[in-house]
């Protein structure tokens, strides 16, 4: 099977994993995405192993499942709003769990634990308050905000490379993504606030100037986000972040500019009053 066809097919799958995962039912957004946090969280304690640190993998990675849910039973009112400061217990264990462990360099291995709860677990439990959203005053299962994202990010991510590879000629940051130029990221941030305005159309629970805002806020936390994980990667000198993805590399390299994008997409739904 060739790379173009294998890129193609796992495409397919992620895009129908996504978006069922946040479509078809609460649960199954919460089973979804929790198993996905999980290994992107243990894929990225992975990477920093390859540099040679040693974070709490596991514990870590179950931590952050643990958030998630918390988060989860928040977003659905099944617990009370100040369980939301969990998150402190939790970074205080990472911290804890180092004191017992049989490795060298302590500060530094709890500081990489501690950078996965925050880097990765945090956002994912974040996207339970942007599909749990307040519509018509109250709040209520919203996917389409979520989904809506999704759009603008993936024809960001299009637009950006097309324009790019046809007209790109002033680089971003050639010494970390020698592909990004200027030229592509106006045309992918064109083309994300089409998909805004499409989107004010198509999921009219959000106005037409917020969802612009999201185009805008997703085409510079996506390009952040997609930068990061570059550079991680360039100063580990890893082209992938793993292989469970034939075509894409690992998790963390399909998600790595949603990780930024969702920090930035919940604060302005605050502001708004969506959340």
């Given at each position: 099977m060739s790379n173009i066809v294998k890129r193609a097919l796992t495409g397919i799958i992620y895009v129908a994993i996504m978006l069922g995962g946040t479509l078809l039912h609460p649960i199954v957004f919460a089973v979804v995405f929790a198993a996905l946090l999980f290994f992107t969280q243990y894929e990225f304690y992975a990477l920093v192993e390859k540099a040679g640190h040693h974070p709490s993998r596991i514990i870590g990675s179950i931590f952050g499942v643990i958030f998630f849910l918390v988060c989860f039973a928040l977003s659905n009112d099944f617990l009370p709003r100040q369980f939301g400061f969990s998150f402190i217990p939790i970074v205080v264990i990472l911290l804890i769990v180092e004191i017992f462990r049989s490795n060298k360099n302590t500060l530094e291995n709890g500081g990489f634990?501690?950078?996965?709860?925050?880097?990765?677990?945090?956002?994912?439990?974040?996207?339970?308050?942007?599909?749990?959203?307040?519509?018509?005053?109250?709040?209520?299962?919203?996917?389409?905000?979520?989904?809506?994202?999704?759009?603008?990010?993936?024809?960001?991510?299009?637009?950006?490379?097309?324009?790019?590879?046809?007209?790109?000629?002033?680089?971003?940051?050639?010494?970390?993504?020698?592909?990004?130029?200027?030229?592509?990221?106006?045309?992918?941030?064109?083309?994300?606030?089409?998909?805004?305005?499409?989107?004010?159309?198509?999921?009219?629970?959000?106005?037409?100037?917020?969802?612009?805002?999201?185009?805008?806020?997703?085409?510079?936390?996506?390009?952040?986000?997609?930068?990061?994980?570059?550079?991680?990667?360039?100063?580990?000198?890893?082209?992938?972040?793993?292989?469970?993805?034939?075509?894409?590399?690992?998790?963390?390299?399909?998600?790595?500019?949603?990780?930024?994008?969702?920090?930035?997409?919940?604060?302005?739904?605050?502001?708004?009053?969506?959340?």
């Open positions: 634990s501690t950078l996965g709860f925050a880097y990765i677990a945090l956002p994912f439990s974040l996207m339970n308050f942007v599909v749990h959203t307040t519509v018509n005053g109250e709040n209520t299962f919203y996917p389409w905000i979520m989904v809506g994202v999704y759009f603008i990010l993936w024809i960001n991510d299009s637009g950006a490379y097309l324009v790019g590879t046809k007209f790109g000629k002033h680089k971003m940051c050639k010494n970390i993504s020698p592909a990004k130029s200027w030229e592509g990221l106006i045309g992918g941030a064109v083309l994300a606030v089409i998909m805004g305005i499409t989107n004010a159309v198509l999921f009219q629970a959000v106005s037409m100037i917020s969802w612009i805002v999201i185009a805008l806020l997703t085409v510079v936390f996506g390009t952040l986000g997609d930068l990061f994980e570059s550079k991680i990667k360039r100063e580990i000198n890893v082209k992938d972040t793993g292989t469970i993805l034939p075509g894409h590399g690992g998790f963390l390299d399909r998600l790595d500019s949603l990780l930024f994008v969702i920090p930035a997409i919940f604060i302005w739904l605050i502001f708004t009053g969506n959340v």
